[in-house]
């Protein structure tokens, strides 16, 4: 028989070792998780790193390069405004050409409704001669004739009024 001590001193042992153990495991999940924390630590350094190298090129570094940098700013935005003003410029000119057109256009079309007026009675003038030629005067009838043109003159001067 073992003596109730050894027991005792055993259960002791037995709970001090489950201790330990679970102390152990704790520390390693914290460890691992530690580990974790450093690793993404570690990356987001690298991209911060990266992102700091990437920044450096578009810092002026000395007030002199700066002063050029803001020269250069400033040579860009009056070539800018000129292009504008000069743009500007060129879509007034053409506006006023449109409204050159169209005035012209409402001119060529009140000479081409003149214009064939003008066609319309001439034709009739013609029609009107080629009338006035077929009359037959007789030698006796002088004053029927000379009455017969003037009436016809009459009436083609009426069309072209």
């Given at each position: ?28 999940t914290e460890m691992a998780e530690k580990s974790q924390k450093l690793t993404q630590l570690k990356v987001d350094v690298a991209?911060?790193k990266e992102n700091i190298g990437k920044l450096k090129s578009q810092i ?102």
């Amino acid at each position: 028989m073992v003596p109730m001590w050894t027991c005792s001193r055993r259960n002791l042992y037995v709970s001090f070792q489950n201790a330990i153990n679970d102390n152990i495991a704790e520390w390693k999940t914290e460890m691992a998780e530690k580990s974790q924390k450093l690793t993404q630590l570690k990356v987001d350094v690298a991209t911060l790193k990266e992102n700091i190298g990437k920044l450096k090129s578009q810092i002026v570094e000395s007030p002199e390069e700066m002063k050029i940098q803001m020269e250069k700013m400033k040579e860009n935005v009056k070539n800018i405004k000129l292009a504008i003003e000069t743009a500007d410029e060129r879509l007034v000119g053409l506006q006023s050409n449109v409204q050159g057109v169209t005035h012209s256009e409402a001119d060529i079309q009140l000479i081409f409704k003149l214009l064939q007026d003008l066609q319309s009675s001439m034709n009739k003038t013609h029609q009107h001669q080629e009338e006035v030629s077929t009359v037959v005067v007789r030698p006796n009838s002088t004053s029927t004739a000379v009455y017969c043109v003037t009436v016809l003159l009459g009436a083609q001067t009426k069309w072209l009024t």
